[in-house]
């Protein structure tokens, strides 16, 4: 999908929907939606961002998906939401302010909705947002009522820090977490 700059800038502070339902198994969290994304009106859509890449290659989903294909995700019990609404060209865009309303609005959608896990994909803005400077990426001691968390690295083509099949791997762990709950509760509730 190609985009002409006026197109683009028009889609500067507009609002991408989240892909959410109740009772999701894993919610995932974008630090706020690109201009790309914004004006497509789907979550991850810049071609390099690597999102439904790694989603695939972790096992989330069985095919890889397009951005345009997001609706699909709820029958996976996967969702996407993001930190902060509104599109900006970059993430250093927003303010620290707009961080913390972002997650404090976050943590009133995650009681409400009631994931098994939230998946913040960006260590930087977990901490900003949720005023945890520690934070590493992996799963957090924090909860948000019965919701656990779990830091991703941002999939984001510019972050060179994590390459494709470590950005797959470290996606792989939440999903094995993720899905062995359930395969314990089975177990638990056995077969006869």
């Not at 009106?41 to 989603?55: D, E, I, K, S």
């Not at 930190?83 to 865009?93: G, K, M, N």
């Not at 099949?165 to 359930?182: P, S, V």
Request: glycine share 10%; proline share 7%.
């Amino acid at each position: 999908m190609r985009f002409t700059p006026e197109e683009l800038a028009a889609a500067r502070d507009r609002l991408v929907p989240d892909v959410a339902a109740s009772g999701l198994r894993v919610l995932f969290c974008g630090i706020n939606p690109g201009l790309m994304s914004a004006a497509a009106g789907h979550h991850f859509a810049r071609p390099g961002n690597r999102f439904w890449p790694v989603l695939y290659a972790s096992g989330f989903t069985p095919r890889l998906l397009k951005p345009s294909e997001q609706q699909e995700l709820l029958s996976y019990g996967l969702g996407i939401t993001n930190v902060v609404a509104r599109a900006t060209a970059r993430a250093d865009e927003l303010t620290a302010e707009e961080y913390r309303e972002g997650g404090r609005l976050l943590a009133e959608k995650v009681a409400r909705l009631r994931p098994k896990w939230l998946a913040v994909a960006g260590v930087t803005a977990y901490r900003v947002a949720f005023d945890n400077k520690h934070a590493k990426v992996g799963p957090q001691p924090d909860l948000i009522g019965d919701t656990r968390i779990w830091v991703l690295p941002n999939p984001s083509g510019l972050n060179a820090h994590w390459p494709p099949a470590a950005l797959a791997q470290e996606y792989g762990r939440l999903r094995a977490a993720a899905f062995a709950e359930d395969d314990l509760q089975g177990d638990a509730q056995g077969d006869g």
